[in-house]
């Protein structure tokens, strides 16, 4: 066996933790920049849809603290992004190896047809 098929999942780890990262920072840029305008309907709902990678952290807060008031505290502001990147990390990299598990089975030696001339 090749290199590739023992460190294969570090690398999608590696990535995945990439890819969160720089989903959850530019969530949490566009979110800021949407905040800091006028208000409308339009904003509103593109802060929704741009928010998706920081849901999960929101969720965790909101679990653990009880009231949407408390992201208002700086501190526990910061958790939400810190909760995020481990839930985003943890979601892609779960289907990326999910992903790879079938693609692997499918290509596996085990699967290839033997004929006997």
Do not use: K, Y
């Not at 090749?2 to 990439?18: E, P, T, Y």
């Amino acid at each position: 066996m090749g290199r590739g098929a023992h460190d294969g999942w570090q690398q999608r780890l590696l990535w995945s933790c990439v890819l969160a990262a720089v989903a959850i920072l530019l969530s949490g840029l566009f979110v800021a920049l949407l905040g800091t305008g006028h208000p409308s309907r339009t904003a509103d709902a593109v802060s929704w849809v741009v928010a998706v990678p920081l849901l999960p952290g929101v969720g965790i807060v909101s679990v653990f603290w009880g009231s949407w008031q408390a992201f208002h505290q700086p501190r526990i502001l910061l958790l939400v992004p810190l909760f995020s990147f481990i839930a985003d990390v943890l979601l892609s990299f779960g289907i990326w190896e999910f992903i790879h598990g079938v693609r692997s089975r499918e290509l596996s030696a085990d699967n290839t047809l033997h004929i006997n001339r």
